[in-house]
């Protein structure tokens, strides 16, 4: 009975996230959906790619449990953003994007970047529209974490390696990281950032950049 | 409907959650839930802690999704382990519990100590059978945390702040995590804690040996 409940609430999420894409395709913006485990940096990534891509038009919806911290710092980059707050559900689902995009500007954009709730998780059960799913891992997680988190490898098109400025004082094996993660999922492309620094961060744009049409 | 189902679940959780607790308290063996983000620190500070503590009996449940690396870390220091694979799911609850105490050597331990699936989120929300919930969380997650994640913080009765030799390294204000900690939860106990250096460890493990009878 649990698992039957279970399979119908995906159902309905995908029928919904199928709605969403094609409104995101007719609208002509590109959608990411970022994930990771609470506090690996994604809201300071997208700060960093918004920085780094003034010709690019960009606009957030961004995912928490409670409060609007993250909102407010994209907002401070005159980008539009939405916060949505979950109110205690551990992930986005589709549901929650449609609720939001209907009055959202999504005609000016080029790219939609959904942050989505930290957690390592749930939030790669649940499509919510997006053309690619890019997850953050920060090196300060230790390199044990593909093998014991497979299913959000598997989702993710890209893994993007936060906080590698930290990697001389942390017992973390990049190489490790790297070789677990593609073993999960061979096509998935890995950058090594530090939104701290900025080493890093223009590869991961310039990929970006290339989705983007 | 979807409210209801959930509802019905979290009694049926509590229901054997309950019947846990009362087989721990029959075999006297104390019982923490230790739950944090993923890579926080909570396999290390277990072993710190068994270390720490030679003469108080302790068993540990490893929770994952998959793998059990956590589970060979712990039998390798010759304490009594059993690891759960969920297979996906996102946190442990009292069932799993349930299902692998029955063969577990409960009666010769003092401290059972279970450590969760890593997830910031969902396991706030499951009793296992524990008398206490403890919190890691590691400072290079940074100070927004407590605001954007309460529950977890409203329930457990210790923070436990991880990796403190990194805090040089990064901007995280302690003082702030503290203030908005405490605001979620007076009675939280907060320890400032690096189990990489063992920086803070002994007053732990005092604080926990004297919930022990």
């Known amino acids: 009975m649990k698992v039957k409940v279970v399979t119908q609430i995906l159902e309905a999420n995908d029928r919904i996230a ?6 995101f395709d007719k609208s002509g913006v590109y959608v990411i959906n970022i994930m990771s485990a609470p506090g690996a ?4 990534l997208i700060e960093k790619t918004i920085k780094e891509t ?4 960009i606009g957030v919806i961004e995912g928490d449990i409670a ?4 909102a407010k710092r994209i907002k401070s ?4 953003v939405v916060q949505i707050n ?19 500007p999504l005609k000016g954009l080029d790219l939609l970047i959904i942050e989505n709730v930290g957690n390592l998780v749930c939030p790669a059960e649940f499509k919510v529209g997006e053309d ?10 230790g390199d044990d974490k593909p093998l014991k988190y497979p299913l959000m490898f598997q989702e993710s098109s890209a893994l993007v390696l936060n906080k590698i400025d930290l990697l001389p004082y942390t017992n973390a094996d990049v190489g490790k990281i790297k070789k677990n993660s593609l073993s999960l999922n061979p096509k998935l492309k890995i950058f090594e950032v ?6 890093g961060i223009s590869k991961w744009v310039k990929w970006l950049q290339s989705l983007i049409k």
Chains 1, 2 share one sequence.
Do not use: Q, W, Y
């Open 18 to 23: 199928e709605e969403n894409r094609k409104l």
């Open 132 to 141: 690619i799913k890019v997850m953050l891992l920060s090196i300060t997680e």
């Open 194 to 199: 530090s939104c701290k620094t900025g080493e």
């Open 86 to 104: 979950t109110g205690g559900a551990c992930h986005l689902d589709a549901n929650m994007i449609r609720e939001v995009i209907e009055d959202f």
């Open 77 to 80: 980059l005159g980008i539009p």
């Open 67 to 70: 409060g609007s911290d993250d």
């Open 54 to 57: 003034a010709k690019i038009k």
């Open 41 to 44: 940096g994604k809201t300071s």
